[in-house]
């Protein structure tokens, strides 16, 4: 028998969007995060190089946006660059409150920098070479530990929920295919949030995880979202 379940915020994915915006909700909300097989099977995890984030005192804000811009050749969206390049340093700082452990210059509290492509100074912060394995399993072993914060593996999000009798059609949850049941259960929740990562495995040949196949892309456009710049997608060779 299919189930219902109910909740303030359904999040839609457990890389490293959608577990953080979980744990910034949870203290006020009951969050459920939907992963579409064990919750340590997308992107994120296999994640490797490190994390661009503006921390050395040679460094700056302006710098980083300049090199991004250039990087872009054009086709950024200055504002979000500007946004994202500003919060960086918040954001490795909340990180690093969390317990990432990010690796440290030998015999020194100070975090070790490289230089990558495209970067004018030395602004990667990383964990050895598993970054993504350092973050995963931090945000997920915090997530788990919440009390608001509940997680659903193996579960596929079919499609969105709208309730259309309103002037603007209200996305009000989703439907998601128990992949253990094969059951499908409704998730009701006041705001649903996509986190589910990208699109790569449309494609016949990428080392992007299995999971990369764009549901979430797709369930937004069938709600009359608009889409845009789909030809960009990550190629890891």
Request: one cysteine or more; proline letters at 2%; glycine letters at 10%.
């Amino acid at each position: 028998m299919a189930k219902s379940h109910t909740h303030d915020v359904l999040v839609i994915g457990s890389g490293a969007a959608g577990l953080t915006l979980a744990l910034q909700l949870a203290d006020h909300a009951s969050v459920a995060v939907i992963c579409k097989g064990a919750a340590t099977d997308g992107s994120t995890y296999y994640a490797q190089g490190g994390i661009a984030a503006v921390l050395d005192s040679h460094d700056s804000v302006d710098a980083h946006v300049a090199d991004t811009l250039e990087a872009g050749a054009g086709l950024c969206h200055e504002p979000t660059v500007r946004h994202v390049v500003s919060h960086s340093r918040e954001a490795i700082e909340w990180l690093v409150s969390l317990g990432v452990g990010f690796t440290r210059n030998d015999g020194s509290e100070e975090f070790h920098l490289t230089q990558e492509g495209g970067h004018s100074q030395r602004r990667i912060i990383h964990a050895a070479d598993a970054t993504g394995r350092a973050v995963s399993d931090t945000l997920l072993g915090k997530a788990m530990a919440h009390p608001n914060i509940t997680l659903f593996e193996h579960r596929v999000a079919v499609d969105l929920i709208r309730d259309k009798s309103a002037s603007v059609p209200v996305c009000v949850g989703a439907y998601v295919l128990d992949r253990q049941t094969d059951r499908i259960d409704t998730f009701l929740a006041r705001h649903t949030v996509l986190a589910s990562g990208g699109a790569s495995k449309v494609y016949l040949y990428t080392s992007n995880p299995d999971g990369n196949t764009g549901d979430g892309i797709a369930m937004a456009w069938r709600a009359g979202c608009r889409v845009a710049n789909l030809e960009f997608n990550q190629f890891h060779p």
